[in-house]
């Protein structure tokens, strides 16, 4: 039976264990990576989201207070709608309420404008990621999953929580 390549996307969250305030994010890279990047701009003071920045800094156990989680795995073309929806889900299922401030989760950054020097920083940042993909494709080790073409099952993920220090 032939094969097809389906890269997918994620939905995540990160969740303060104290308050039980939750933060939904998506990614189509894997999600300990997105962790990690999560982390290290919480650690340097940097997140995009102040509200979950300044819980971070209150925090006496700082990133132990934190639980990040899979929440969905799904088509990239879906990963707005998806996020959205979990977004949506948890602002009015969660009475400690959500970190997300957007009424979109894909206008977030709407209206506001980057620094000169943040524009930089992400523009190093994009070419480095572009140029490690064309290395990965090249090379035969971009992240994909085999699926069969009737294969409608989920794989099953670890859901660990990775809040370990790294």
């Known amino acids: 039976m032939p ?5 997918f996307a994620y939905i995540y969250s990160i969740q303060n264990k104290t308050t039980k305030k939750i933060y939904i994010g998506s990614t189509n890279r894997i999600l300990k990576t997105r962790w990690l990047e999560h982390k290290k701009r919480l650690r340097n003071g940097e997140h995009v ?8 800094d209150n925090s006496p156990t700082g990133i132990r207070n934190f639980y990040f989680r899979f929440v969905e795995r799904c088509l990239p ?9 979990w977004i949506d889900f948890h ?16 206008l977030v950054f709407k209206g506001r404008k980057h620094s000169d020097e943040t524009r930089k920083k992400i523009a190093a940042t994009l070419t480095k990621t572009l140029r490690d993909r064309k290395e990965a494709e090249e090379g035969g080790h971009a992240a994909v999953a085999e699926l069969d073409e009737d294969d409608s099952e989920d794989e099953e ?7 370990e220090d790294e």
């Open 77 to 85: 073309d879906a990963i707005h709608d998806r996020e959205q929806y």
């Open 49 to 56: 989201n102040p509200e979950l920045q300044a819980d971070f």
């Open 3 to 7: 094969t097809k390549t389906v890269k």
């Open 91 to 106: 602002r009015a299922n969660n009475e400690a309420g959500i970190y997300n401030t957007g009424e979109d989760a894909h």
């Open 157 to 163: 993920f670890d859901d660990e929580d990775y809040d």
